[in-house]
């Protein structure tokens, strides 16, 4: 594979755990959207140690989807371990991810993947959001703190729906097994320095399923908050500044135009684009098992 073919292309992570019910909508949803917007794309369907089909719905899927690779953990690793084994196994230069309940809309990568030609790292949020009340009134609460403990900047932290160039994503990597990585992810790009665009993304009712965020996460994710907040920043190095440029408007202007809050031009990664032939995202070493 060509270094023009991999700035073109896009590697799409989907970390599922006992998704059964969904994979399959959500590997046919994510070829569809690809195969229209993208010349060259890859589908990493992350299967962390389910005990259902959800394997079996994938191999199904890899039958009728030649761009759909499955990597499996033996066992349950957690969300961020799903994640970071995806990022690893992407081969293109643009490597972004979404969840597997099929609550965004993956057209709206033709909007936010350009982007990524300017902005190492580019963040969904989530307008006229579908989740029950109760999470919704949680997540502000949390990316209050976030902002406010760990200087994140961005309106909605665990957006299922960002988009990093590969030069960047490798300074990102999370150590982070579970929810925390998205805090982990925002907070490492801060203290490198690196900027960042938010983009207004449309939001779904889940497909099927069930949410694997249940109530016993918050006081967990609270810990792990205080904890690296403690640890990353106020025993941690300076950060370099940072700036985040926000969009305005809903989904549906946000498809005609991108309006930035910014009065200066948009900083630039500290490392131009890799044009090596598909070098892993992680360091030399760590593979994981691929099906």
Not at 57 to 79: C, D, F, I, K, Q
């Amino acid at each position: 594979m060509d270094a023009c073919n991999l700035d073109r292309g896009v590697s799409l992570v989907i970390p599922a755990y006992n998704e059964a019910a969904v994979i399959g909508r959500a590997v046919a949803e994510a070829e569809a959207a690809l195969e229209q917007l993208f010349g060259e794309y890859e589908i990493l369907v992350v299967d962390d140690g389910s005990n259902d089909a959800t394997a079996a719905e994938v191999e199904r899927s890899r039958a009728m989807y030649p761009h759909v690779r499955l990597l499996r953990h033996p066992t349950n690793r957690g969300y961020g371990a799903a994640l970071r084994t995806g990022f690893e196994a992407g081969r293109y230069n643009r490597i972004t991810f979404t969840d597997a309940d099929c609550q965004f809309d993956l057209l709206d990568l033709g909007r936010m993947v350009p982007l990524a030609d300017e902005f190492p790292i580019v963040v969904g949020y989530r307008v006229a959001r579908k989740d029950p009340w109760r999470r919704r009134f949680l997540s502000r609460g949390y990316n209050l703190l976030a902002r406010t403990l760990l200087g994140t900047q961005v309106r909605d932290c665990d957006c299922a729906l960002k988009v990093f160039r590969r030069e960047v994503l490798a300074e990102l990597l999370p150590d982070s097994r579970g929810f925390f990585v998205n805090t982990e992810m925002l907070t490492r790009a801060r203290q490198l320095g690196y900027a960042v665009t938010e983009l207004a993304v449309s939001h779904r009712e889940r497909a099927g399923g069930q949410s694997k965020v249940s109530l016993w996460e918050v006081p967990r994710t609270f810990r792990m908050l205080v904890s690296f907040w403690w640890r990353e920043v106020v025993t941690g190095p300076r950060p370099r500044p940072v700036t985040i440029l926000q969009t305005r408007g809903d989904v549906a202007d946000d498809r005609a135009s991108h309006v930035t809050l910014a009065s200066t031009p948009p900083p630039v990664a500290s490392r131009p684009p890799s044009i090596s032939p598909a070098p892993p995202v992680a360091p030399p070493g760590r593979h994981p098992t691929a099906a």
